[in-house]
């Protein structure tokens, strides 16, 4: 299972998705496997050779979900430290970004004055991720409704964590502005 790390002063900071999961929680299961292999395929295109600097860092995300959030800012601590370099823009991205509940999926991630700009592939977050979030989402579910849901976002964490990451991202570019 592959990690985030990243430079926080002078320390090596790592976060696998056990560790993103524990701090969002099981609601936000999906966020939390997807932002971590997110940030780890990031890095590895804008800092092969080493861990990024946190201080470094900048982030837009195209969808404003809880978890994204939660996650963007355990890993990067940029809604605390530098929020100026954390933009929630839900209409950023090309239109063939998967859409999601509000906004789409799509992220550009920054390191100095270079982005990497990625949309979560149409496969992965496809209509029946958008139709089980809108059916069962902040919902008081029966036990079958809970079991349905729970199955579904078991499934789709596996899918997430072990497909390869040009099954889960489409690249977009690396460039001083990706949008």
Partial sequence: METVRLLDGQM??????????AYLG????IAAALMTRLFARAF?????????????????VAFPGTGIREAVELI??????????????PTAGPGSAPAAPI???????GLGTVRSAYMVSPNVMDNT???MVLRYD???LDQTEDAAYRSFKTGKVQEILTCSDD???VSLGVGPHCN
């Fill in 138 to 140: 902040g919902r008081d």
């Fill in 44 to 60: 590895r295109g804008l800092c092969p050779d080493a861990p990024p600097d946190r201080d470094e860092l900048s982030v837009l």
């Fill in 26 to 29: 099981y609601r936000n299961i």
């Fill in 129 to 131: 991720f958008r139709d």
């Fill in 103 to 109: 906004g789409r999926f799509y992220f550009e991630i």
């Fill in 12 to 21: 090596v900071v790592e976060f696998s998705w056990e560790s993103v999961f």
């Fill in 76 to 89: 990067t601590r940029l809604a605390t430290r530098h929020p100026d370099r954390f933009v929630i823009d």
């Fill in 167 to 169: 099954e889960l991202f």
